[in-house]
Structure formats: C-alpha cells, structure tokens
C-alpha cells in the first residue's frame, strides 16, 4: 500500500502537555508531508520533509523521518485547545507526483 | 486565509438535479486536484487536472465530471448523483513534488 497508517487513531491531552503522533509507510517515499485539519474545513499543510532529511522544526512543530523504518513522526510541544483536529500525514512516493493520505490522528486538546 | 476559493460551502441537491462545484486559484500552480473526503476519513483523491488537461482518474463515475476551462479555475459537475456521495469535496493545487493548497471544500449533501 501507498498510504501512511497513521498511530493513534485518536489522542487526547491537556492543554501544555506535548503530542506525539506516528506515521509509518512501505513504499520508497521522495517526500512525507503533514496536514492538519480542523472539522469540515480544508487541509492546510504544515511541515513537508524530504527523503534526504531527517528533522525539521516550525514552530511547536516538530517533525523527524526515518527511511529505515520508514516511520515519520509529528510533535506537538506545548499543546494548546486550538491545536485540536485532525492531523494527516501523506506520502509521496517515488516516482508519483499525487500525494496519498493516511488515515489520520484525531487530536484533542482539554483547556 | 486560504488562496484557494472553493464556492459554494455547502450544497443540498436531490439525486435528479444537476449542479457544479467551483474551485479557483491564483497561485500560478499548473496541477489542480479533486479530492473528496467522508467523515473521519482521509481524503481520496478523484481527478488530477496538469496544465488543464486530465491526466488522472481515479475510477470515479461519471455522475461526476470535472472541467478545468483555464490554469485558474476548476469545476466539478454533478448530475444524478446518490446519497453515498454525500461528502466534503475539496480542490487542491500545488507545484509538482511539492505542497498542496487546500480550499475550504464544498460540504455536499445529496437526498
């Protein structure tokens, strides 16, 4: 498959605490991207990293990759009620240029 | 604020009515998308538009037909269209290999 299986399926925290979500793959990857989601709205893209790279920062937004267990993972640092939605990681895998979604993190931040 | 303009935000039709979907960008981006997303599921791409032309189909039917009559607008045809299409509709687009830009979507409703 060319879809990203995403862990968990749903977190829930408090607000300052950290969240950690976890996105595995099988397939040769050129690029991994995450998007967040709030409900009913459209994606917006929040950190894409490439295959030759191994962490990148924005923000509270931490993301690593590792191509040898072909695993991504997004922190969230210092969680805040406005961070809750749903997260999506997608792949790009070699030699396609479509982007295929995982199933998603439903994240919720208690104030 | 997104750059991507998705019209109209939500619609109810009956399943012998016919309507269209709206999507445009000023993004200069060359690769527009339909995605189409049910409740607490990833999106699931439909059509892929590359420099106006359609070069991928992902097995929809033909109760749906996508248009894009120039590089800033797309549109997606509905006629006849069954309950089980009831969904969120979104329209990307981006640079090959690269980001997505999502619209807000068009949360559709069909009875």
């Known amino acids: 498959s060319q879809q990203g299986e995403e862990d968990p399926q749903a977190l829930s925290i408090q607000e300052g605490e950290n969240a950690t979500m976890n996105c595995s793959y099988k397939?040769?990857?050129?690029?991994l991207q995450w998007y967040r989601q709030n409900s009913g709205r459209g994606l917006v893209h929040l950190i894409l990293i490439r295959s030759n790279e191994r962490e990148k920062h924005s923000g509270r937004l931490r993301v690593t990759l590792d191509t040898s267990k072909k695993s991504s993972s997004l922190l969230i640092t210092a969680s805040r009620a406005a961070d809750t939605a749903s997260y999506f990681c997608a792949l790009l895998p070699g030699g396609s240029y479509i982007p295929t979604f995982g199933r998603g993190t439903s994240l919720i931040v208690h104030p | 604020d997104t750059e991507v303009t998705q019209t109209p935000k939500h619609l109810v039709m009956g399943m012998t009515n016919k309507k269209s979907l709206k999507c445009e960008q000023h993004?200069?981006?060359?690769?527009m998308y339909w995605y189409k997303q049910k409740a607490k599921k990833p999106p699931e791409l439909m059509f892929v538009y590359s420099y106006e032309k359609l070069s991928i189909n992902e097995s929809v039917p033909s109760r749906f037909s996508p248009e894009c009559p120039n590089s800033s607008l797309l549109n997606l045809h509905l006629h006849a269209l069954q309950p089980e299409d009831s969904a969120l509709y979104l329209c990307?687009?981006?640079?090959?290999?690269?980001?997505?830009?999502f619209g807000s979507g068009t949360q559709l409703s069909v009875l």
């Open positions: 990307a687009t981006g640079a090959t290999n690269e980001k997505l830009f």
């Open positions: 397939t040769s990857i050129n690029n």
């Open positions: 993004m200069g981006h060359r690769a």
